[in-house]
């Protein structure tokens, strides 16, 4: 009776996969257009269309609430592989440890497909700002007045606003948070002048880095980004503070395995092209780490796992 069970699903999947084909994928990002996970989803999207036999790929940005509103918006979609989220790492692991309300337990609600690149953050200032070094920065932001200095973020709870706190903790500063619905407008107002510092993700800051209006100070990573090679790491100045993230592919929860296998299969080759990987290192990002799909779940799970007990200890809330 199970046999005959399984190979009936199996056989109905054949034509569901073959029907899927000829209709269009959203990938939805859940940040604004622009910052550094829209850039690399669509920078995914177009070699991933590629590899599904050229399926259309229409990536979609739902910001709101760190990438809270996409990302619930892909657990809530139709288990049918149509509609992935193109996930930040804190997207699953950290945010929904945020939550009053929509408290869903992304990391074990969401299928885990692929992970797409690894990465670090980028400190950055204006140039006006008279720091050129991370240790004059500490040191300029000690003389200024109580609550004048601001850094922003993507959002509360994201790596990005978490690698801010850390950085002021460990260097005995203080900066006030200044939460955006996504990195792109939450640098450009570095480079308005209306903040002091951003912790970005590598793509929409090396650019303006490397156009000069804004300047780095310090990378997150364990060692020196390939992009920026001159800028040094958190760990250089304060010992021991690294913070990393990750991007990666998530379907619908009750997503069908043989649905999933053509996803990661698919995924796989696009992330392996060279032309994906040199765009990676053009943007300051990394390739992933080679493991199957069911091994990339458990670390997810693992991760959330972590921050669960993290995040109590930051103090850190939504309100």
């Known amino acids: 009776m199970i046999t005959r069970r399984l ?33 690399a989803a669509r920078e995914f999207a177009g070699l991933f269309s590629q590899e599904l036999g050229g399926q259309s790929v ?23 592989g149509q509609t992935l989220l193109f996930a930040v790492s804190t997207n699953v692991v950290i945010n929904p440890h945020l939550q009053r309300g929509d408290r869903v337990d992304l990391a074990n ?39 004048s200095v601001t850094f922003s973020s993507s959002g509360v709870g994201g790596n990005n606003h978490l690698a801010g706190v850390l950085f002021a903790e460990a260097a005995g500063i203080e900066m006030e948070h200044v939460p955006y619905r996504g990195t792109a407008p939450a640098l450009m107002d570095v480079v308005a002048r209306n903040i002091t510092l951003n912790v970005s993700s590598p793509p929409p800051a090396i650019s303006l880095v490397r156009e000069g209006r804004l300047r780095a100070l310090a990378v997150t990573g364990n060692a020196r980004m390939p992009a920026l090679p001159e800028v040094p790491t958190l760990r250089e100045v304060i010992p021991d503070l690294v913070i990393e993230g990750w991007h990666g ?64 200890e930051l103090g850190i809330s939504l309100d």
């Open 58 to 80: 229409i990536v979609e940005n739902r910001a709101g609430g760190a990438g809270h509103v996409g990302a619930l918006a892909v657990h809530r979609a139709r288990p049918d």
């Open 7 to 39: 190979l009936g699903a199996s056989a109905l999947a054949v034509p569901a996969i073959a029907s899927a084909q000829s209709r269009a994928l959203t990938l939805v990002v859940p940040y604004a257009a622009g910052g550094g996970t829209d850039i």
């Open 109 to 147: 609600s969401l299928e885990p497909v692929v992970q797409t690149s690894a990465y670090q953050y980028v400190l950055v200032v204006h140039p006006s700002n008279p720091a050129r070094t991370l240790q004059e920065y500490v040191e300029w932001v000690k003389r200024q007045p109580r609550g």
């Open 249 to 312: 592919i998530f379907a619908p929860g009750g997503t069908p395995a043989p649905v999933l296998d053509r996803l990661e299969q698919a995924a796989r080759r696009a992330i392996a092209n060279p032309s994906y990987v040199q765009r990676l290192a053009n943007e300051g990002l990394e390739p992933p780490p080679e493991r199957p799909r069911a091994a990339f779940a458990t670390a997810v799970k693992e991760e959330s796992a972590y921050w669960a007990r993290k995040v109590p």
